[in-house]
């Protein structure tokens, strides 16, 4: 019985032998993703707050909470600018934008929850967007009717206090309605769009945070909007009117360290009418952008040297009204805040670059703004 028992033994390790690297060699399913949440700001002038909604494996929202942000949403803000809410590389901070009070607020985010750690700021008028590197955050603002925008920098310490970084405010070109701010992959650039000039700013940043620039260089095509800079450090970007008639384009460029800019790709169509919103794939294979008067998605792919090619023009219907774009941090589920429905809709991203739509959420406030996923 005893060598019977020691034969079976050894014909069952033998099977697990077999069967584990098998196992482990088989591909991981596409859309498969760990929780994680999206977050949206109700952008209210008489007090905005951070809606947060939990997301499953599979994709779709369920509502989580509601956490004010000490400040004033921004009449106007919506669907004037990308990035109003940004999450740090780690996904233990969350920025927000306070338009109407001219602050930004930083919460810790722990698990879905988060917690207001400072409010401070933004030293300077209508901040419309935000982005952070490490320990460094810059926020822009648009200025208004006595001021002109700018950018300003802060510190923001193991508490998620921020702290002003002195000689870090930085002009831009003039009157010209920008769009967004973010830096590139080292935290060594700073980028700004400018809506009305058809600029885009380039800024230095030296290890202290300081930004120096800007240096311009004109666009493409009109109206840059929205960006995304790839982990290769280029930058793809929307452009409202930077097709034949009217029609919409997205442009990309090579972006150096040291703020050099120089044009790979200039301004392919997509057929749809305006392009503001994009995001870009961490894998850099793939970007997106939202045409808010089409009510579609357009998709593009991306070649290693940066040049892009649209895939399709409509890889998604919305709904018009479309606004900001957010993909999770493995860039398995693209979601996309419509404001006329007052949803936010989820799709599914498959590895050739298509959509499938998985969820449909209802219920989000008029005016809301700002969109980020993990």
């Given at each position: 019985m005893k060598k019977q028992n020691v034969s079976v033994i050894l014909t069952?390790?033998?099977l697990l032998v077999l069967v584990v690297p098998a196992a482990e060699a088989r591909p991981n399913n596409e859309h498969h993703s760990s929780n994680g949440a999206v977050y949206i700001m109700t952008n209210d002038p008489s007090g905005n707050s951070v809606l947060v909604y939990s997301r499953s494996a599979d994709g779709p929202l369920t509502w989580a909470g509601t956490f004010a942000t000490d400040g004033l949403g921004g009449v106007g803000l919506t669907g004037s600018n990308q990035g109003g809410l940004v999450?740090?590389?780690?996904?233990?901070?969350?920025?927000?934008?306070?338009?109407?009070?001219?602050?930004?607020?930083?919460?810790?985010?722990?698990?879905?929850d988060l917690?207001?750690?400072?409010?401070?700021?933004?030293?300077?008028?209508?901040?419309?967007?935000?982005?952070?590197?490490?320990?460094?955050?810059?926020?822009?603002?648009?200025?208004?009717?006595?001021?002109a925008g700018n950018i300003a920098g802060f510190h923001l310490?193991?508490?998620?206090?921020?702290?002003?970084?002195?000689?870090?405010?930085?002009?831009?070109?003039?009157?010209?309605?920008?769009a967004q701010i973010s830096f590139n992959p080292t935290g060594s650039v700073l980028v700004v769009a400018?809506?009305?000039?058809?600029?885009?700013?380039?800024?230095?940043?030296?290890?202290?945070?300081?930004?120096?620039?800007?240096?311009?260089?004109?666009?493409?095509?009109?109206?840059?909007?929205?960006?995304a800079i790839d982990k290769k450090g280029q930058l793809i970007v929307s452009e409202a009117a930077?097709?034949?008639?009217?029609?919409?384009?997205?442009?990309?460029?090579?972006?150096?360290?040291?703020?050099d800019l120089s044009t790979v790709s200039g301004s392919i169509p997509d057929t749809q009418m305006a392009a503001c919103w994009l995001v870009v794939t961490g894998n850099s294979r793939y970007a997106y952008t939202a045409n808010a008067h089409s009510g579609t998605i357009s998709s593009y792919s991306i070649a290693s040297s940066g040049e892009i090619t649209l895939l399709q023009a409509v890889a998604a219907n919305t709904g018009a009204g479309n606004l900001d774009l957010a993909l999770t941090r493995n860039?398995?589920?693209?979601?996309?805040?419509?404001?006329?429905?007052?949803?936010?809709?989820?799709?599914?991203?498959?590895s050739d670059g298509s959509l499938t739509l998985i969820d449909t959420l209802t219920g989000i406030p008029p005016g809301a703004d700002g969109l980020a996923a993990n």
């Open positions: 069952i390790v033998s999450l740090s590389a780690d996904a233990k901070s969350l920025l927000v934008v306070n338009a109407g009070s001219n602050d930004i607020s930083a919460f810790r985010v722990n698990h879905g917690t207001l750690t400072d409010k401070a700021g933004s030293m300077g008028t209508f901040p419309i967007s935000v982005t952070i590197h490490e320990n460094v955050v810059y926020v822009l603002n648009a200025g208004g009717k006595e001021a310490n193991d508490h998620g206090q921020l702290s002003p970084i002195p000689g870090s405010a930085r002009s831009l070109s003039g009157k010209t309605a920008p400018e809506k009305s000039t058809s600029l885009i700013d380039i800024y230095t940043v030296d290890p202290n945070g300081i930004a120096t620039g800007p240096t311009t260089h004109s666009s493409s095509g009109a109206t840059p909007f929205g960006f930077g097709g034949p008639s009217g029609t919409s384009a997205v442009s990309s460029y090579s972006l150096s360290n040291k703020g860039s398995g589920f693209l979601y996309n805040f419509i404001n006329a429905s007052h949803t936010i809709e989820g799709f599914s991203v498959h």
